[in-house]
């Protein structure tokens, strides 16, 4: 459903942008490429959050990397893009994980009449690696221009930590087993020149099914809201 969601929206897009833009074709340069880095802001969701589990402040995404495009048309608006970056994502949220004295993991929503939250977020470091089908209103002569970039993204967790500070002792904890390795979503970017609004929906879940609250897994995904900047 998701998958055909994304589909429509670009189809609907792609038209409305290609009937406002005039078009040059008379100019083609075969090596003409949108070789870019890139540079994202988002806004952190945990989508399908347990009962009771709420996000407080802001929690931040940072994005950046750089992307490979290969033309699939003569004018070269069409392209495939394959990239490589890294990725650092906070989450800020009312759920306490601790150790135990059996060398796991305990989650709990943090009871907010009796604990003060100062601090309360779990913070991930991925290796990512972006997939991206591109149509572009570009041309070799043209540096501004609509664009729609849709695609997945897979990515690897290289380093995971939790971190609260409150009222009770600090607990500081880092490589945590129960967060996932494997990380893999949709992506949408859609803008005109280097602004371009940007969506990462996750398609599997941040934590493995050993996370456990309440007796049920803590089956959370990540969903990114916020601004993709493409520099040549």
């Not at 004018?75 to 989450?91: D, Q, T």
């Not at 969506?199 to 990114?224: R, W």
Request: charged share 20%; with cysteine.
């Amino acid at each position: 459903m998701k998958t055909v969601l994304f589909s429509i929206l670009f189809s609907c897009m792609t038209s409305i942008l290609f009937a406002q833009q005039p078009v040059d074709t008379t100019f083609v340069d075969h090596k003409y490429k949108e070789d870019q880095f890139y540079f994202s802001i988002t806004y952190d969701l945990l989508g399908k959050k347990p009962n009771n589990i709420k996000q407080s402040g802001f929690s931040s995404g940072i994005h950046f990397g750089v992307i490979k495009d290969m033309p699939i048309n003569e004018r070269r608006n069409k392209a495939f893009g394959i990239g490589l970056g890294l990725s650092v994502n906070s989450y800020n949220q009312n759920m306490l994980i601790s150790s135990n004295p059996n060398g796991g993991y305990n989650y709990e929503v943090i009871n907010e009449s009796v604990i003060t939250i100062k601090r309360n977020k779990f913070t991930t470091y991925l290796v990512e690696v972006p997939i991206q089908y591109r149509w572009r209103t570009s041309t070799a002569r043209e540096y501004k221009f609509w664009r729609i970039y849709t695609g997945v993204k897979l990515g690897y967790l290289l380093y995971d930590s939790s971190k609260f500070v409150g009222s009770i002792d600090d607990v500081k904890l880092s490589h945590i087993d129960d967060f996932n390795k494997v990380h893999y979503g949709l992506t949408l970017s859609a803008g005109y020149s280097t602004w371009n609004f940007h969506v990462y929906y996750g398609l599997n879940s941040i934590f493995k099914d050993s996370a456990q609250l309440d007796g049920k897994s803590v089956d959370m995904n990540s969903i990114k809201i916020g601004l993709m900047f493409y520099i040549l």
